[in-house]
């Protein structure tokens, strides 16, 4: 089956940086858009950054600047290199991806379990 797994996630200080990865894996026939989304406790799920196959990206203002979000296609990858972090950026990263799966002719959304992300000092 289709798989995404974070990694990356770690307590790091204001005006740190990390990367995240997510790794697609499966059967796998092909993959489109693939984007990060955070939540953070008591708030609503955000989309951060997403990216598509061509490479056009997009991010949520809040970010805008600090984050970029980068793909390998051939290793069906998405990475999410963050700068300048702060607090407000504490949250579990999720990646999320919409997959062909080899055995249907339809893509859907996969998520991947989350990695924690905690901004502090």
């Known amino acids: 089956q289709v798989q995404l797994v974070e990694s990356g996630g770690a307590l790091v200080q204001p005006g740190g940086s990390l990367r995240l990865s997510c790794a697609a894996s499966?059967?796998?026939?092909?993959?489109?858009?693939m984007g990060w989304y955070r939540q953070a406790p008591g708030k609503q799920r955000e989309l951060v950054a997403s990216?598509?196959?061509?490479?056009?990206?997009n991010y949520v203002d809040s970010v805008r600047g600090r984050f970029t979000i980068s793909r390998d296609n051939a290793k069906n990858t998405v990475f999410l290199q963050m700068n300048s972090l702060k607090p407000e950026d504490t949250a579990v990263y999720y990646c999320?991806?919409?997959?062909?799966?080899?055995?249907?002719?339809?893509?859907?959304?996969?998520w991947g379990p989350g990695t924690q992300v905690t901004v502090s000092s």
């Open positions: 499966g059967s796998i026939s092909s993959i489109s858009g």
């Open positions: 999320n991806a919409a997959i062909q799966p080899t055995y249907s002719g339809a893509y859907r959304t996969y």
């Open positions: 990216i598509r196959s061509g490479g056009l990206a």
